[in-house]
């Protein structure tokens, strides 16, 4: 066997290269679609800047009022629809997260070219944010939206079924709810059961 991979061309920017980059993908554009999702966070709006009495000499206090409106602007200015599980440096503020992955977890027992991926959602509240007007928690608003908006689709090609749905504590201060589901799709056929740059001419 020879195996040729020197004049590899990959078009590293296209989102159909990997199944689970694909679905990643269009798992983001159904979430950042859905008002009622995006309402539920709770996206926080910037505080306006404050005015200079006199532009060309602020005072010292007006100087550090505007850098705290700035400081707060920053932290709050962070994307709530997350395509990874990853808390760090998230609870400086009270805002809430979708984060996702999706895994690729085991082949069927009847048929290798058929694998099961798992795609795993989390649903994280603040502590001081978990009451909603509408008198449900917002951990289960939000994972009755992404059940919704999930559970039996087949805008991925093959039907997703959850799994699993359970609460937990994450990180001292935020509730959480975990949804998975799964899907059962081909297992990586590109060329048969061969891989693309195996040449077995000699």
Known sequence: MIRDISNIKRDLEDKKNNDIIYKKNKLQEIFEADPDLNEILGKKDKRPLNKFADKEHPT????????IILEYNKRIDKKQIIPMLKLNGINKEVL???MYDINDDNVSYTNE???NQIVEVMCLVH???VETEYGIMRTDLLSYIVKDLLCWTNAFGKQLKCIADYGDIVDTRYY???LKFKIECPNNIYAGRNNRYDNFRI
């Open 127 to 129: 502590e001081d944010d």
């Open 113 to 115: 070219s058929i694998k």
């Open 60 to 67: 010292t206090q007006e100087l550090e009022e505007r850098n």
């Open 96 to 98: 809430n997260f979708i």
């Open 176 to 178: 959480c709810r975990t």
